[in-house]
T-cell receptor
Framework: KNEVEQSPQNLTAQEGEFITINCSYS?????LHWLQQHPGGGIVSLFM???GKKKHGRLIATINIQEKHSSLHITASHPRDSAVYIC??????????????FGSGTQLTVLP | EAQVTQNPRYLITVTGKKLTVTCSQN?????MSWYRQDPGLGLRQIYY???????DKGDVPEGYKVSRKEKRNFPLILESPSPNQTSLYFC???????????????FGQGTRLTVV
């Protein structure tokens, strides 16, 4: 079992829909990152969370440390939101000098 | 503007011809890292550096070298590239005062390498 599981793997939505992407992890963490990878390949950091909730524009990220679960929400989705969304956790274990463990990503396609 | 810059963005090379992918950050970050991204395997760490002259292996270091002579630069060296190193490569950096990646992570634009 992977340490970081994302669901769904693929998601197609109509423009304007509310979107939720989920991330579950099995290790103790000190931080969780949501990343966005556009079709051109570049990766952009959306959020870094250690507790609670963060909002930036139409994007909202929440984390529940006790349940080891995070969600990324997109309100009023738009075709330009089409990208791969990656969850990554900063593990507490094994010295963690290098530990970002990545989920496999969620491919989001928003249709006009 | 805070950024991590990789060069080149695209590279096609032949087996055995040494190459270097450069990575530079302008945020005075201590921690830098290289990843490769392959279909179905996600992002895997190649090497990382906690600070100048401090480097260590990640999960898939075979066939790669790195150096950290200056804080801002962290080049990835392929001494004798092989076709199985065809991949999309990312450099990343973060502050490490409270541990790497306990603050925002910054990624480069990626380098798409093809070895024929």
């Amino acid at each position: 079992k992977n340490e970081v599981e994302q669901s769904p793997q693929n998601l197609t939505a109509q423009e304007g829909e509310f979107i939720t992407i989920n991330c579950s992890y099995s290790v103790g963490i000190s931080a969780l990152h949501w990343l966005q990878q556009h079709p051109g390949g570049g990766i952009v950091s959306l959020f870094m969370l250690s507790s609670g909730k963060k909002k930036h524009g139409r994007l909202i990220a929440t984390i529940n440390i006790q349940e080891k679960h995070s969600s990324l929400h997109i309100t009023a989705s738009h075709p330009r939101d089409s990208a791969v969304y990656i969850c990554a956790v900063r593990s507490l274990s094994s010295g963690s000098a290098r530990q970002l463990t990545f989920g496999s990503g969620t491919q989001l396609t928003v249709l006009p | 503007e805070a950024q991590v810059t990789q060069n080149p963005r695209y590279l096609i090379t032949v087996t055995g011809k040494k190459l270097t992918v450069t990575c530079s950050q302008n945020m005075n970050h201590e921690y830098m890292s290289w990843y490769r991204q392959d279909p179905g395997l996600g992002l895997r760490q190649i090497y990382y550096s906690m600070n100048v002259e401090v480097t260590d292996k990640g999960d898939v270091p075979e066939g790669y070298k790195v150096s950290r002579k200056e804080k801002r630069n962290f080049p990835l060296i392929l001494e004798s590239p092989s076709p199985n190193q065809t991949s999309l490569y990312f450099c990343a950096s973060s502050r490490s005062g409270q541990g790497a990646f306990n603050t925002e992570a910054f990624f480069g634009q990626g380098t798409r390498l093809t070895v024929v």
